[in-house]
């Protein structure tokens, strides 16, 4: 009787609060003890489980999820999605605040931070991606980018099929070094750089940390063991090595008697901050100066490679492209900031290879108190999930959802819709940090490799091709493309 009695207990613990959305008229699926809804996710990836449950409630506007135990609100609607991300910022400022479990350093990130805490780190960390800023780094970008198709040209000439991202990503990480930090990382040119391997432990969830992590979130009292434990943290050595180069990238600016407008210069300045409202602690500037290398890298390299991707499928639209690139720049080979922008078909190629391949197929919110909106009644500490993917994929939004089609994204096309209905980097205060810097380098990357070379399909090309798993944007066997010199 003992054990029945408490295994009933443990039952009502874990089950007690599931009839909270029902009780308010919500629909979603069934949750079941320990794991709440994940099942869908668990058993067909979060991209496929996300999006089955999007199709199978989204003309409900919302519905009803629960992460273990913890009540989790999936918004399907742009103008709720409005409500959340702008009009009641105030009330649903923070993401969710992700256990421990991949160690000190990702948990110091601005992406983890909350309240007041995120709100002064991004505050000096936003002086970064004015546009004055991001123009006078364009000589910089252009020299990475040279670099890069150098690289690619080498490649043509042996007619070689290549990973398009790994070659592209390395490009990625030169400029995201030289523009936030003052370091020709020379990563392009040096085949044994430590560079890529430390970066890409960052996005590697295998089964253990992402078991880890999955446990932690729906089972939270277990957090504290598995933090302590160690099993999904990000290795020390990989924590050590960028601590090593941004101490290295300190101690050479402090040297440096000349003028630097960068990440590294607006860093250093809150270090020593003498008001402390305006200071950061070394911990936390660590852990951002890596945010920032990590979303510089994985941002530009994912966004590059599938509008390249699409664009070695669709020909017809490359050659489109090319033709704008040439009417804009002329005889130039170098792109300067002020061209960029009137690349517009290049700019709808780039947001429909984004709607397909969006780099956050899912982005979330954490209630901060408890709120009542259109009706319901959302919790502290409730989750907001909006799932972009399915969003994204939406056919009553974007017809034949699964074409590329990038005039979806011309002024008169993206005035019929609800802007909240595209989110490549997602809306509101707490949207990308770094998306206009994001923008400008994918934009220059694209447009200084159509104008020299022509992307092609290879015999590893997939399509459709498949994704990892894992919730992430990434090819599941790779991206593989040739090029052609033009």
């Given at each position: 009787?003992?054990?029945?009695?408490?295994?009933?207990?443990?039952?009502?613990?874990?089950?007690?609060?599931?009839?909270?959305?029902?009780?308010?008229?919500?629909?979603?699926?069934?949750?079941?003890?320990?794991?709440?809804?994940?099942?869908?996710?668990?058993?067909?990836?979060?991209?496929?489980?996300?999006?089955?449950?999007?199709?199978?409630?989204?003309?409900?506007?919302?519905?009803?999820?629960?992460?273990?135990?913890?009540?989790?609100?999936?918004?399907?609607?742009?103008?709720?999605?409005?409500?959340?991300?702008?009009?009641?910022?105030?009330?649903?400022?923070?993401?969710?605040?992700?256990?421990?479990?991949?160690?000190?350093?990702?948990?110091?990130?601005?992406?983890?931070?909350?309240?007041?805490?995120?709100?002064?780190?991004?505050?000096?960390?936003?002086?970064?991606?004015?546009?004055?800023?991001?123009?006078?780094?364009?000589?910089?970008?252009?020299?990475?980018?040279?670099?890069?198709?150098?690289?690619?040209?080498?490649?043509?000439?042996?007619?070689?099929?290549?990973?398009?991202?790994?070659?592209?990503?390395?490009?990625?990480?030169?400029?995201?070094?030289?523009?936030?930090?003052?370091?020709?990382?020379?990563?392009?040119?040096?085949?044994?750089?430590?560079?890529?391997?430390?970066?890409?432990?960052?996005?590697?969830?295998?089964?253990?940390?992402?078991?880890?992590?999955?446990?932690?979130?729906?089972?939270?009292?277990?957090?504290?063991?598995?933090?302590?434990?160690?099993?999904?943290?990000?290795?020390?050595?990989?924590?050590?090595?960028?601590?090593?180069?941004?101490?290295?990238?300190?101690?050479?600016?402090?040297?440096?008697?000349?003028?630097?407008?960068?990440?590294?210069?607006?860093?250093?300045?809150?270090?020593?901050?003498?008001?402390?409202?305006?200071?950061?602690?070394?911990?936390?500037?660590?852990?951002?100066?890596?945010?920032?290398?990590?979303?510089?890298?994985?941002?530009?390299?994912?966004?590059?490679?599938?509008?390249?991707?699409?664009?070695?499928?669709?020909?017809?639209?490359?050659?489109?492209?090319?033709?704008?690139?040439?009417?804009?720049?002329?005889?130039?080979?170098?792109?300067?900031?002020?061209?960029?922008?009137?690349?517009?078909?290049?700019?709808?190629?780039i947001e429909e290879s984004q709607r397909l391949f969006p780099g956050a197929p899912r982005i979330e919110r954490q209630c901060t108190e408890t709120i009542t909106i259109e009706g319901i009644t959302i919790p502290k500490d409730a989750i907001i999930t909006i799932p972009v993917y399915g969003i994204h994929h939406d056919a009553d939004i974007y017809p034949d959802p699964e074409k590329f089609i990038p005039e979806r994204f011309s002024a008169e096309e993206k005035a019929k819709r609800n802007p909240y209905y595209f989110q490549p980097f997602g809306l509101g205060?707490?949207?990308?940090?770094?998306?206009?810097?994001?923008?400008?380098?994918?934009?220059?990357?694209?447009?200084?490799?159509?104008?020299?070379?022509?992307?092609?399909?290879?015999?590893?090309?997939?399509?459709?091709?498949?994704?990892?798993?894992?919730?992430?944007?990434?090819?599941?066997?790779?991206?593989?493309?040739?090029?052609?010199?033009?």
């Amino acid at each position: 009787m003992i054990i029945v009695g408490v295994l009933a207990a443990l039952y009502i613990y874990l089950t007690w609060n599931f009839g909270y959305w029902s009780a308010q008229g919500i629909k979603g699926p069934t949750p079941f003890p320990i794991i709440g809804t994940f099942w869908p996710s668990l058993s067909k990836g979060m991209i496929n489980g996300d999006t089955m449950l999007y199709e199978r409630y989204k003309k409900d506007k919302v519905y009803g999820l629960f992460d273990g135990s913890t009540p989790n609100l999936a918004i399907a609607d742009g103008d709720l999605l409005k409500t959340v991300l702008v009009k009641e910022f105030s009330s649903f400022q923070d993401r969710r605040k992700l256990p421990s479990v991949l160690g000190p350093t990702v948990s110091n990130m601005l992406t983890e931070l909350t309240g007041e805490e995120w709100k002064k780190t991004r505050s000096i960390m936003s002086q970064t991606f004015t546009s004055g800023k991001i123009k006078r780094m364009i000589d910089s970008l252009n020299l990475y980018t040279k670099t890069l198709l150098e690289k690619m040209g080498e490649r043509a000439d042996a007619d070689e099929m290549f990973e398009f991202k790994d070659l592209v990503g390395k490009c990625a990480l030169d400029m995201v070094a030289a523009v936030g930090f003052g370091i020709d990382a020379q990563v392009q040119n040096n085949p044994e750089s430590e560079f890529v391997p430390h970066t890409a432990e960052f996005f590697k969830f295998g089964v253990v940390r992402g078991t880890a992590l999955l446990i932690a979130i729906v089972v939270p009292v277990l957090a504290p063991l598995i933090v302590k434990s160690g099993i999904g943290a990000i290795p020390d050595k990989t924590a050590a090595f960028f601590k090593n180069i941004m101490a290295q990238a300190m101690a050479n600016r402090k040297a440096d008697s000349n003028k630097h407008n960068d990440f590294l210069s607006l860093i250093l300045k809150a270090q020593d901050a003498e008001d402390e409202s305006k200071r950061l602690p070394d911990d936390v500037i660590l852990a951002n100066a890596i945010v920032f290398i990590l979303a510089g890298y994985d941002t530009v390299s994912n966004t590059v490679s599938w509008a390249a991707y699409e664009m070695a499928l669709h020909q017809d639209i490359q050659e489109k492209v090319y033709e704008e690139i040439m009417e804009v720049t002329g005889a130039e080979d170098d792109i300067t900031y002020e061209m960029l922008p009137k690349m517009t078909y290049l700019e709808s190629v780039i947001e429909e290879s984004q709607r397909l391949f969006p780099g956050a197929p899912r982005i979330e919110r954490q209630c901060t108190e408890t709120i009542t909106i259109e009706g319901i009644t959302i919790p502290k500490d409730a989750i907001i999930t909006i799932p972009v993917y399915g969003i994204h994929h939406d056919a009553d939004i974007y017809p034949d959802p699964e074409k590329f089609i990038p005039e979806r994204f011309s002024a008169e096309e993206k005035a019929k819709r609800n802007p909240y209905y595209f989110q490549p980097f997602g809306l509101g205060p707490r949207s990308c940090i770094a998306m206009r810097l994001a923008q400008t380098e994918v934009k220059l990357c694209l447009a200084k490799m159509i104008q020299k070379l022509r992307v092609l399909p290879c015999e590893k090309t997939e399509d459709p091709i498949p994704l990892v798993q894992t919730g992430q944007m990434h090819a599941k066997n790779g991206l593989y493309l040739k090029v052609q010199r033009r």
